[in-house]
């Protein structure tokens, strides 16, 4: 009786947590607003929600002058920007994971003096991408989040847990 009502509590204990932390790691993340983004490059990496339509919010509002994509094929996927005064350079990263997104981003940045860049993601995977870039690059980044749907999120915190392991325990280095 009194080992179990224990063994309840502290599951329910647990419980808490684990949602509290997946709340503020995948579904809250921090980030910054679309309007106040300003840097040398937007960075915007591959993966499901409107990471597009957000880039385009911020290549319309001039946040920078270079917009860095991520796509799977650089031959197919490469979308038209169309907006004078705004580079697209589309690219294929190797690895084709977050990790070979953010490496080549940091590259980029070493090889033009870049020392803002704009990470364009989705909301469950900003945090570890934010970690991933902070490993990669010394100078000011800001996340900018796309909003994608309930089961695009639900997912994508499933995922996003086993990611995270990951980076925080077998891939520590940019």
Request: one cysteine or more; aromatic letters at 8%; hydrophobic letters at 50%.
């Amino acid at each position: 009786g009194r080992r179990s009502r224990r063994a309840k509590a502290v599951v329910m204990v647990l419980l808490v947590l684990w949602l509290s932390l997946t709340a503020r790691l995948f579904v809250w993340p921090a980030h910054d607003a679309v309007a106040s983004a300003h840097a040398d490059a937007v960075v915007v990496l591959n993966g499901p929600g409107p990471r597009w339509q957000v880039a385009l919010q911020l290549a319309r509002a001039r946040a920078a002058p270079v917009m860095l994509v991520s796509v799977a094929s650089v031959e197919w996927n490469c979308p038209r920007l169309g907006l004078p005064g705004v580079r697209l350079e589309c690219f294929r990263p190797d690895p084709l994971s977050t990790m070979g997104e953010v490496r080549y981003a940091a590259a980029q940045a070493r090889a033009h003096g870049w020392h803002r860049l704009i990470l364009v993601t989705s909301l469950p995977q900003a945090t570890r991408a934010r970690l991933r870039m902070e490993r990669c690059f010394r100078g000011s980044v800001q996340m900018v989040v796309a909003r994608p749907s309930l089961g695009v999120v639900a997912y994508g915190v499933l995922y996003e847990w086993g990611a995270m392991a990951k980076a925080l325990i077998w891939q520590r280095g940019c």
